[in-house]
């Protein structure tokens, strides 16, 4: 079994006996001279009192054993508090010896909900996509695959119809399915027909509506306490909107196609067992809280959990704020390929390898602007015990959504993956500047030569797998 900082952490806690958590893990360099994990002296003296650490405590944290608990080298007392060091050249056989364990995703034991994605931005075309709703489509395409690497069965709304959509995805490398037939909405327009108030005198109908409902009933019942506007009063039924709710509906009642692509499926394929996950922008949230109560009001089906993962605003310095996404991934894309020019002392948009390499950094640096928010060193031990280690942690984190926390809104950890990435390269490239990973063929070098590779073998598999979860081709590939 491969070794894991939360299993470790959960053997150094329960040492101390009954209480909360009191270790934590180090990742600055000057601390992880010394140690790597850290009770903190107060944390202890609230435990303790103002006595010392129990000295068959200390023995037993020295002794740790268990499933991928790290084996212990020291525990001893500091000013700092309880300070514990792992044997790091067990640790470095253990992790180096079974790589490719921690660039994966750690599998549940038991499989999750289903979860709809929803991003009501793909119903429009490239050009009238604004830079939140951008961000949107990022985000829910990164959260898409952050469950699929966990073996979540996903499904994702809705199935792009703009003709000009899916070359605009490709160009971003995200991954979403392209329309087929509409899904059938006879049985959703009969209820609304049945439910709608009819129209005042005064009041003329647009083109395509049917009529409204009153949302205020509903919101008093279930919106009010979960987050819901309470200025939510009515929604005008249009074919359009029956056709958005049709689409949900159909995903939430199929899960055959995910169940024979191998994916964890829950023994109950209910409403109760699947959760919806409409990523909106700021701007379409108000919208989407009607819709919301509308599929409740028509569907007795539909699922009782719905949240909303609402994506802020986006500026970019230096441009007019009304830039589209088209012309903000044409902008990213010349400043790329100048910044190279001035790099080379020659242009390059005449050698198409280096363009596709330029498109991937595009999307790269779109992708880490969007989903990272404003985003030191020992060698070999700060990548492994800082990356390598708590890696499949982290991405048993960013593929974490709160299905049962109360209210509508929810938050995802995007940020993790990419932070990640940028703490990485910062550690790989101090360590590569002042470390000679091929040195001249000394022959009681040889091993530390090899174990060096090895480590950067880990790296480069851990790294490898960030970048797909952004979506982002290996190394080799640009």
């Excluded at 009191?22 to 103002?50: N, Q, S, Y």
């Amino acid at each position: 079994m491969r070794l894991g900082v939360e299993e470790t952490l959960g053997a150094l806690n329960a040492a101390l006996g009954p209480g909360g958590p009191v270790w934590f893990k180090e990742t600055r360099a000057r601390h992880l001279r010394v140690r790597d994990f850290l009770a903190p002296r107060r944390a202890l003296e609230a435990r303790f009192g103002d006595d010392q650490v129990p000295e068959r405590v200390v023995h037993a944290i020295v002794g740790l054993q268990g499933p991928g608990v790290a084996p212990v080298l020291s525990c001893a007392p500091t000013p700092a508090g309880l300070a514990l060091q792992l044997r790091r050249s067990a640790v470095f056989e253990r992790v180096l010896g079974a790589v490719a364990a921690y660039a994966a995703p750690t599998v549940p034991a038991a499989p999750g909900p289903h979860v709809v994605l929803h991003c009501p931005a793909l119903r429009g075309s490239p050009c009238a996509l604004r830079l939140s709703q951008l961000r949107a489509v990022l985000v829910a395409d990164h959260l898409a695959r952050a469950l699929h690497a966990h073996r979540v069965s996903v499904r994702l709304v809705p199935a792009v119809r703009d003709p000009h959509m899916p070359t605009f995805l490709q160009q971003l490398r995200v991954d979403w399915p392209a329309a087929s037939e509409r899904a059938a909405t006879e049985a959703l327009r009969s209820r609304a027909l049945a439910e709608l108030t009819p129209a005042r005198n005064a009041e003329a109908l647009p083109p395509g509506a049917l009529g409204r409902v009153y949302l205020k009933e509903l919101v008093d019942e279930r919106g009010r306490t979960t987050g819901y506007d309470p200025n939510l009063d009515s929604c005008l039924v249009t074919e359009d909107l029956l056709a958005v709710l049709a689409e949900l509906q159909q995903a939430v009642q199929d899960w055959a196609e995910d169940s024979s692509l191998g994916l964890a499926t829950a023994p109950d394929a209910g409403a109760d067992s699947c959760m919806v996950v409409h990523v909106v922008s700021c701007e379409e949230e108000f919208q989407q809280q009607k819709l919301d109560l509308v599929w409740w009001k028509l569907d007795d089906q539909a699922p009782l959990r719905q949240k909303h993962l609402v994506c802020g605003p986006v500026k970019v310095a230096g441009a007019p704020g009304t830039l589209t996404a088209p012309e903000y991934y044409e902008l990213r894309h010349a400043q790329v390929c100048k910044a190279s020019a001035l790099k080379r002392g020659r242009d390059l948009a005449q050698d198409s390898a280096w363009m596709e390499i330029f498109r991937v950094l595009c999307v790269a640096t779109i992708k880490f602007e969007m989903l990272s928010t404003a985003p030191q060193s020992q060698g070999e031990w700060l990548l492994l015990f800082n990356s390598i280690l708590p890696f499949p942690d982290l991405l048993s984190q960013t593929a974490a959504l709160p299905c049962t926390a109360p209210g509508l809104h929810i938050t995802a950890r995007t940020e993790m993956v990419c932070k990640f990435l940028v703490q990485l390269s910062m550690d790989f490239s101090s360590y590569y500047n002042r470390v000679h990973i091929l040195g001249e063929p000394r022959p009681h070098l040889f091993g530390q030569m090899f174990a060096r590779l090895q480590l950067l073998r880990a790296v480069r598999e851990v790294l490898h797998t960030g970048l797909a979860m952004l979506g982002l081709p290996p190394l080799s590939h640009i």
